[in-house]
């Protein structure tokens, strides 16, 4: 297993991949509120950087 990926998302038991939104560190005070609160939460990724991504898992 990776370290830097393991960090970045999260596979749950029925095998989605999920993901943080970017843009949520330190560069946030230039953005309006409403960005910031489109990406809070959490994202899933598609189909094919699944696969990618559950090599390294």
């Known amino acids: 297993m990776k370290k830097s990926v ?3 998302i999260r ?3 029925r095998g989605k991949v999920l993901r943080r939104a970017m ?4 560069f946030r005070a230039k953005k ?3 960005q910031i609160q489109r ?3 959490i994202r899933g990724i598609n ?3 699944k696969k ?3 090599k390294y898992f």
Not at 23 to 26: K, L, S
């Open 32 to 34: 309006r509120s409403a």
């Open 47 to 49: 189909d094919l950087s």
């Open 39 to 41: 990406r809070k939460g």
């Open 52 to 54: 990618i991504v559950k």
């Open 6 to 8: 393991s960090k970045r």
């Open 23 to 26: 843009g949520q560190c330190h």
């Open 11 to 13: 596979i749950t038991k």
